[in-house]
């Protein structure tokens, strides 16, 4: 069974701090995703990482920004957080184009 | 960019009944276009997905079909039961595979 772990179910923070969100996938999938998923808005990609040390933006990476030193974690890194930011994170890994994309349980983000 | 749209936001039907939910995709390029479910308070899961090179797929009580002409995408379930309900995402790829847009998401509501 493929698994992707997101370190923190929920998470409040306060404005202006530095957050750490980590993701962690156990079956050596090339790619890794962020997304975050408002009502109403779907699923909407922040980043996503094709391989070590590589990261392409995604549709809203205003306020955000990953890293990737190792293949099996991705980190999402909100520098400055601010309360437009309280959402719900999902990261996702898949083995390679055009294959099914596998989630994290999510880290519900509250900024206060 | 790929840009996805669903419809209906929310979708109400009685036990038994079909739900039809319909995606289109702004990028001629894309071709693999997956379906996920999202239980509340979990993960999205793949349900099913397409390739480009074929117009419709069946899997027991659900069939996607794809008309790339048009540019639309379609989910059908037959026979509704209340565990279908839950909210349904339909992606497109682009960016040669390697990203997944997504649509804004169907609220499915099966009632007993």
């Known amino acids: 069974d493929v698994k992707v772990t997101q370190s923190s179910r929920y998470l409040v923070k306060r404005t202006g701090e530095k957050v750490f969100l980590e993701c962690v996938q156990d079956m050596d999938h090339e790619n890794m995703f962020w997304y975050r998923q408002d009502p109403g808005l779907g699923l909407r990609l922040i980043y996503f990482?094709?391989?070590?040390?590589?990261?392409e933006k995604g549709d809203i990476p205003e306020g955000y920004s990953v890293s990737r030193e190792k293949k099996e974690r991705f980190s999402l890194i909100l520098e400055s957080a601010s309360t437009n930011q309280t959402s719900m994170y999902l990261c996702?890994?898949?083995?390679?184009?055009?294959?099914?994309?596998?989630f994290g349980q999510g880290t519900r983000l509250t900024v206060v | 960019g790929e840009n996805v749209e669903q419809h209906p936001s929310t979708l109400s039907v009685q036990e038994g009944d079909s739900a039809v939910i319909k995606c289109t995709y702004s990028?001629?390029?894309?071709?693999?276009f997956p379906w996920y479910k999202q239980e509340l308070g979990k993960r999205p899961q793949l349900i099913i997905d397409i390739r480009s090179n074929v117009g419709e797929k069946k899997d027991q009580r659900i069939a996607v079909t794809l008309n790339k002409t048009a540019k639309h995408f379609s989910l059908h379930i037959t026979e509704t039961q209340p565990e279908d309900s839950a909210v349904y995402f339909c992606a497109a790829s682009s960016n040669a595979g390697n990203m997944l847009t997504f649509g804004g998401g169907t609220r499915l509501m099966v009632k007993p």
């Open positions: 990482s094709y391989d070590v040390k590589m990261k």
């Open positions: 990028d001629s390029a894309s071709n693999y």
């Open positions: 996702a890994s898949t083995p390679g184009r055009r294959n099914e994309a596998f």
